[in-house]
């Protein structure tokens, strides 16, 4: 059978709000006080503008890399695994077989809900990726039970079930 992609996105850019707001403030209060100083800055010349307009620019070039370390992270899943890439100048993909998914559960914050966005927290039998989440992801509910019918016709396909042991050694099937 064919390996068919499900649903593939990002995080929304929600997750960088915080960011964004401290680097509006920062920026603000960098021009503010640029403006206060330009009058004693302006005798001195290149030699102290320059300086002044490059940390002017910091806090938007901080509010950028966010953006950009965000729009970078790119989740897939498809009908037999689940990929996570991420990186700017070096990519790093992981890839969970869906048949490892052990629970999943949805968490939706009062803020992530004004948006229709939610987190999908994914509990793998993997030992390099234990736990996976999908942050601030949209139809977060669909994309969850999505995961979960494919996760029971992946075991089916591959004859495969999750079985745990309590602290006793008993066997749990799950």
């Known amino acids: 059978m064919e390996e068919k992609s499900i649903w593939s996105g990002n995080s929304s850019q929600i997750v960088n709000l915080g960011a964004f707001v401290l ?11 640029l403006v206060v100083l330009w009058e004693k800055l302006r005798p001195l010349g290149p030699a102290a503008l320059a300086p002044a307009f490059v940390i002017l620019l910091v806090p938007p070039a901080y509010a950028l890399i966010k953006i950009i370390l965000v729009k970078s992270l790119r989740y897939e899943v498809t009908s037999e695994r689940i990929k996570i890439t991420s990186g700017i100048l070096s990519k790093k993909c992981s890839a969970l077989e869906l048949y490892r998914v052990k629970d999943y559960t949805l968490e939706a914050p009062f803020f992530f809900r004004l948006f229709r966005l939610g987190n999908v927290n994914i509990l793998t039998s993997d030992r390099s990726n234990p736990e996976i989440v999908l942050r601030a992801v949209p139809r ?15 075991r089916d396909q ?4 999750e079985v745990d042991f309590d602290q ?7």
């Open 168 to 174: 006793a050694g008993d066997i749990v099937e799950n």
């Open 158 to 161: 591959k004859r495969v079930r």
């Open 140 to 154: 977060a509910r669909k994309l969850m039970d999505d995961i979960r019918t494919h996760v029971e016709l992946r």
């Open 23 to 33: 680097s509006g403030l920062a920026f603000s209060a960098l021009l503010a006080a």
